[in-house]
T-cell receptor
Framework: GQSLEQPSEVTAVEGAIVQINCTYQ??????LSWYQQHDGGAPTFLSY????GLEETGRFSSFLSRSDSYGYLLLQELQMKDSASYFC???????????FGAGTRLFVKA | SQTIHQWPATLVQPVGSPLSLECTVE??????LYWYRQAAGRGLQLLFY??????ISSEVPQNLSASRPQDRQFILSSKKLLLSDSGFYLC?????????????FGSGTQLSVL
């Protein structure tokens, strides 16, 4: 089966940089994804890493190390609107199921 | 463009009553469809997924069931709700089994079983 671990909460100051880590255990691996969810809303896709290295999309970057079963989401120039929950997720070997971590609640303070 | 519709947005049901949540996708063909449940402040639990009409895979044994009567329609049902069925139910779709497999979520249904 699959399991993912990420911190439950992270607090940072507006304008700062924050890193949200994710470690995973899977019977197979097809890539690590990140989703953002604001309170009461639906998750929205942020990024995906299939290969080792850093993927950058604007203020957000995501990193993957398959040998360490580890990845992180990096948020730069934090804004108040970045306060949300962030989930890492992996796909199973069949490619159709996406399993989510418990989520990291990010609080951005002024 | 593709859109996903999920309704109702909120639902309050008594214990033992039936449930039917519906989800439809527009603008794409043969999508993979998913039902997730999220407890307050928790992660997303995969309940069911479907890769085609009439094909349902169940991830968690429970008193819920899912059906896919049409290509772009996914229904979550229960004959008798339990208190533990309360939660935020999310429908999602994706295309294909390879690549990014980006999930697109509906707006969700907040179910309260009393």
């Amino acid at each position: 089966g699959q399991s993912l671990e990420q911190p439950s909460e992270v607090t940072a100051v507006e304008g700062a940089i924050v890193q949200i880590n994710c470690t995973y255990q899977t019977s197979g691996f097809y890539g690590l994804s990140w989703y953002q969810q604001h309170d009461g809303g639906a998750p929205t896709f942020l990024s995906y890493n299939a290969l080792d290295g850093l993927e950058e999309t604007g203020r957000f970057s995501s990193f993957l190390s398959r040998s360490d079963s580890y990845g992180y989401l990096l948020l730069q120039e934090l804004q108040m609107k970045d306060s949300a929950s962030y989930f890492c997720a992996v796909r199973d070997t069949g490619g159709f199921k996406t399993i989510f971590g418990a989520g990291t609640r990010l609080f951005v303070k002024a | 463009s593709q859109t996903i519709h999920q309704w109702p947005a909120t639902l309050v049901q008594p214990v033992g009553s039936p449930l039917s949540l519906e989800c439809t996708v527009e603008g794409t063909s043969n999508p993979n469809l998913y039902w997730y449940r999220q407890a307050a402040g928790r992660g997303l639990q995969l309940l069911f997924y479907s890769v085609g009409i009439g094909q349902i895979s169940s991830e968690v044994p429970q008193n819920l069931s899912a059906s896919r009567p049409q290509d772009r329609q996914f229904i979550l049902s229960s004959k008798k709700l339990l208190l533990s069925d309360s939660g935020f139910y999310l429908c999602a779709w994706s295309v294909g089994g390879g690549g990014t497999q980006k999930l697109f979520f509906g707006s969700g249904t907040q179910l309260s079983v009393l």
